[in-house]
Protein backbone atom coordinates (compact mmCIF):
# COMPACT_ATOMS: atom_id res chain seq x y z
CA UNK A 1 0.00 0.00 0.00
CA UNK A 2 1.42 3.49 -0.99
CA UNK A 3 1.42 5.77 1.81
CA UNK A 4 0.97 8.89 -0.66
CA UNK A 5 -0.50 7.91 -3.62
CA UNK A 6 0.52 9.91 -6.44
CA UNK A 7 -1.31 13.26 -7.91
CA UNK A 8 -3.43 11.89 -10.90
CA UNK A 9 -1.54 12.18 -14.44
CA UNK A 10 -4.85 13.51 -16.55
CA UNK A 11 -6.11 16.16 -14.04
CA UNK A 12 -3.52 16.79 -11.14
CA UNK A 13 -5.92 16.06 -8.72
CA UNK A 14 -3.92 15.40 -5.25
CA UNK A 15 -7.16 13.31 -3.50
CA UNK A 16 -6.15 9.94 -5.10
CA UNK A 17 -6.74 6.69 -3.64
CA UNK A 18 -5.64 3.14 -3.73
CA UNK A 19 -8.18 -0.22 -5.07
CA UNK A 20 -6.51 -3.13 -5.03
CA UNK A 21 -3.57 -2.75 -7.32
CA UNK A 22 -4.38 0.94 -9.59
CA UNK A 23 -4.66 4.12 -8.50
CA UNK A 24 -8.07 6.00 -8.37
CA UNK A 25 -8.40 9.40 -9.47
CA UNK A 26 -11.95 10.68 -7.25
CA UNK A 27 -12.48 13.69 -9.67
CA UNK A 28 -11.95 12.21 -13.19
CA UNK A 29 -12.37 8.67 -12.34
CA UNK A 30 -9.21 8.00 -14.04
CA UNK A 31 -7.43 5.00 -12.78
CA UNK A 32 -3.95 3.64 -13.29
CA UNK A 33 -1.43 1.06 -11.80
CA UNK A 34 1.51 3.27 -10.18
CA UNK A 35 4.36 1.44 -11.98
CA UNK A 36 3.03 3.10 -15.36
CA UNK A 37 4.14 6.12 -14.76
CA UNK A 38 7.67 6.82 -14.60
CA UNK A 39 8.80 3.37 -14.85
CA UNK A 40 9.26 3.36 -18.25
CA UNK A 41 12.71 4.51 -19.21
CA UNK A 42 13.02 8.71 -20.57
CA UNK A 43 9.15 8.78 -19.75
CA UNK A 44 8.14 11.83 -16.98
CA UNK A 45 5.41 11.27 -14.57
CA UNK A 46 1.82 11.76 -16.06
CA UNK A 47 3.36 10.98 -19.96
CA UNK A 48 1.08 8.33 -21.30
CA UNK A 49 2.75 5.49 -23.28
CA UNK A 50 1.55 4.25 -26.28
CA UNK A 51 2.92 0.75 -27.52
CA UNK A 52 1.93 -0.99 -31.11
CA UNK A 53 0.48 -3.94 -31.99
CA UNK A 54 4.07 -5.74 -31.38
CA UNK A 55 5.14 -3.68 -28.06
CA UNK A 56 7.29 -1.18 -29.66
CA UNK A 57 6.37 2.28 -28.37
CA UNK A 58 5.02 4.74 -30.74
CA UNK A 59 5.85 8.65 -30.63
CA UNK A 60 4.42 11.96 -32.58
CA UNK A 61 6.25 11.72 -36.27
CA UNK A 62 6.77 8.31 -36.47
CA UNK A 63 5.71 6.40 -39.02
CA UNK A 64 3.68 3.29 -38.91
CA UNK A 65 2.01 0.63 -40.99
CA UNK A 66 -1.25 -1.00 -40.81
CA UNK A 67 -1.36 -4.71 -39.83
CA UNK A 68 -5.07 -5.73 -40.55
CA UNK A 69 -7.64 -4.76 -42.90
CA UNK A 70 -9.49 -1.94 -41.71
CA UNK A 71 -13.25 -1.40 -42.56
CA UNK A 72 -14.06 2.11 -43.12
CA UNK A 73 -17.40 4.29 -42.85
CA UNK A 74 -18.39 5.89 -46.46
CA UNK A 75 -15.30 4.07 -48.50
CA UNK A 76 -16.27 1.02 -50.48
CA UNK A 77 -12.88 -0.11 -50.21
CA UNK A 78 -11.40 -0.50 -46.07
CA UNK A 79 -8.02 0.58 -45.52
CA UNK A 80 -5.40 -2.28 -46.34
CA UNK A 81 -3.00 -4.21 -44.59
CA UNK A 82 0.48 -2.90 -45.12
CA UNK A 83 -0.86 0.45 -45.93
CA UNK A 84 2.18 2.77 -44.57
CA UNK A 85 1.31 5.84 -42.78
CA UNK A 86 3.36 8.36 -41.93
CA UNK A 87 3.81 11.43 -39.33
CA UNK A 88 1.29 10.25 -36.70
CA UNK A 89 0.15 12.16 -34.02
CA UNK A 90 -0.90 10.58 -30.60
CA UNK A 91 -3.64 11.92 -29.40
CA UNK A 92 -6.49 10.85 -26.32
CA UNK A 93 -8.78 9.93 -28.88
CA UNK A 94 -12.37 8.40 -28.30
CA UNK A 95 -12.77 4.72 -27.84
CA UNK A 96 -8.88 3.95 -27.69
CA UNK A 97 -8.43 5.98 -30.89
CA UNK A 98 -5.20 6.94 -29.82
CA UNK A 99 -3.35 7.79 -33.61
CA UNK A 100 -4.53 11.22 -35.40
CA UNK A 101 -3.17 10.74 -39.30
CA UNK A 102 -3.41 11.33 -42.27
CA UNK A 103 -3.66 8.96 -45.45
CA UNK A 104 -3.46 8.84 -48.75
CA UNK A 105 -6.53 7.98 -50.83
CA UNK A 106 -9.09 8.72 -47.55
CA UNK A 107 -7.96 11.81 -45.78
CA UNK A 108 -7.78 12.33 -41.86
CA UNK A 109 -8.95 9.92 -39.66
CA UNK A 110 -7.88 8.32 -36.58
CA UNK A 111 -6.41 5.30 -35.79
CA UNK A 112 -5.75 2.48 -32.78
CA UNK A 113 -2.67 1.31 -31.90
CA UNK A 114 -3.46 -2.26 -31.48
CA UNK A 115 -4.01 -2.72 -35.70
CA UNK A 116 -0.36 -0.50 -36.13
CA UNK A 117 3.04 -1.50 -36.09
CA UNK A 118 6.31 1.07 -36.00
CA UNK A 119 7.56 1.03 -39.26
Same mark, same amino acid.
Given at each position: MLENPPPCPKCSCEYTYEMNALVVCPECGHEWAPAETG? #? *? +?? *?? +? #????? !??? *?? @? /??? +? !?? @? @????? /??VKGSPTGLKAGTKVRGIRLVDGVDGHDIDCKIDGFGAMQLKSSVVKKA
Amino acid at each position: MLENPPPCPKCSCEYTYEMNALVVCPECGHEWAPAETGA #E *G +GH *GP +G #ERVVK !DAV *GN @V /LQD +G !DT @V @VVVKT /LKVKGSPTGLKAGTKVRGIRLVDGVDGHDIDCKIDGFGAMQLKSSVVKKA
